[in-house]
């Protein structure tokens, strides 16, 4: 039986966690102030066994099913942009199929990934908006990972999140598929995103399920 002693601070906001649930594979701790699940940091993969898990994604511009995914959030995204914006799509894997799409838009788009667009530059710089789909689930450190995100925003830009919320109860946790892809250790709430906002003087809009638009103010 874990005691308080021994459970891991948030990794997002230090704030003290609880014992939320386990798996045959992994502890998941749940955060009393932002509201973050996380998995055991104990049980994270090594980089190897995450690229190779990577690899086998294959994202297709032409594939009309996944588009109309990304659409969910690049329509509304769109929306608040206009032609000739500059924007990065952060994490954006093997096949940068949103980046096409708002290419197609009239954007100006840059890609970046860790493991297959590691172009570091491209982080020394802000943009209009910045696209994460699919990748604030990943973040290890989900502080220093959301710190950058923002940093890459200018006053007034917008940030483009996609990401499936964590159930509220342990039961339907265990449950839900998003949970068994171990590549997933940061699994965010709705509580999760307006803690993110208030932190980083964003203004949180929800304009789908799992799609987020969050506004850089000042």
Not at 43 to 62: G, K, M, Q, V
Not at 110 to 136: G, I
Not at 138 to 164: E, I, K, N
Not at 190 to 214: D, I, K
Request: proline residues 6%.
């Amino acid at each position: 039986m874990l005691t308080a002693a021994v459970l891991p601070p948030c990794a997002l906001c230090a704030g003290e966690t609880r014992a939320f649930c386990e798996d045959r594979a992994r502890r998941y701790f749940e955060c009393s102030r932002c509201a973050l699940v996380m998995a055991d940091p104990a049980s994270h993969l090594s980089a190897a066994e995450e690229r190779a898990i990577y690899d086998l994604h294959r994202n297709d511009p032409a594939d009309a099913r996944y588009r109309a995914f990304l659409a969910r959030l690049a329509e509304p995204l769109r929306a608040k942009l206009v032609p000739g914006m500059r924007g990065l799509d952060f994490g954006c894997g093997p096949g940068p199929v949103l980046a096409v799409m708002l290419r197609e838009a009239g954007m100006a788009m840059a890609e970046y990934d860790p493991f297959y667009a590691p172009d570091a530059t491209l982080l020394e710089t802000q943009y209009d908006f910045v696209t994460c789909t699919e990748v604030v689930e990943h973040f290890r450190d989900p502080l220093a990972g959301w710190t950058q995100l923002a940093a890459l925003v200018r006053s007034g830009g917008w940030l483009g999140v996609m990401t499936q919320l964590a159930p509220e109860r342990p039961e339907n946790f265990l449950r839900w598929r998003y949970r068994d892809d171990r590549t997933h250790v940061s699994f965010h709430r709705l509580a999760t995103l307006q803690w993110l906002a208030a932190r980083f003087g964003f203004a949180l809009e929800q304009v789908e399920r799992q799609a987020f638009l969050l506004r850089r103010q000042g």
